[in-house]
């Protein structure tokens, strides 16, 4: 495994080593100690996400204030734009963002620390989504800033389509409303 830095060097690039042959492939698609030791630091992951989506489906961009998350995402069917937003107060990088494209193919995941909005949209046919988290989903600490944010200008692959996205992601705040809660 290989952890390449983005334009925001805590958000990672994962690119597993694959090794194929004429019966196909075979990867590690994960293994927390060589993941800390890459990482360098200890982490825990508590819980698996799993998510299909049409091409166009939207989700986020979405944190929790409390029991905030870590998310190690990957994808097993298809292709998405994956995106971070720093939403850490006094980062260097706050307001800024990241993304990569994750697929069935490239095999790659993408390592978002705690204290960034994550979303993502599918721009295959369909696509399956996993993700592990550093702490559980609390709904009530759930909140979302609005993937069209102007302030944030993500150009997200929409190729024209309006995309589809949950009632709570199109009711979500802009980025300059954004505060960090305790």
């Not at 290989?2 to 805590?10: E, F, G, H, K």
């Not at 307001?95 to 978002?112: H, M, Y």
């Not at 399956?128 to 302030?151: G, M, S």
């Amino acid at each position: 495994m290989q952890l390449i830095s983005t334009a925001i060097p805590a958000i990672k690039v994962v690119e597993p080593k694959v090794f194929g042959d004429s019966r196909g492939y075979f990867f590690e698609s994960f293994n927390q100690r060589n993941f800390n030791d890459a990482l360098g630091e200890t982490l825990t992951f508590v819980q698996d996400n799993q998510s299909r989506s049409a091409r166009g489906v939207l989700r986020g961009l979405h944190y929790q204030i409390t029991q905030p998350q870590g998310k190690l995402v990957r994808v097993l069917h298809g292709e998405i734009y994956d995106v971070a937003v720093d939403i850490r107060e006094g980062s260097p990088t706050f307001g800024k963002w990241a993304a990569e494209v994750l697929s069935a193919e490239n095999k790659k995941q993408l390592w978002i620390p705690a204290g960034f909005a994550h979303g993502f949209v599918v721009t295959s046919e369909t696509a399956e989504v996993l993700y592990k988290t550093t702490d559980y989903w609390a709904p009530q600490f759930e909140r979302c800033i609005r993937w069209d944010d102007p302030t944030l200008a993500i150009p997200w692959p929409l190729d024209g389509v309006t995309p589809v996205v949950s009632d709570k992601d199109r009711q979500g705040m802009s980025f300059s409303d954004y505060k960090h809660e305790d």
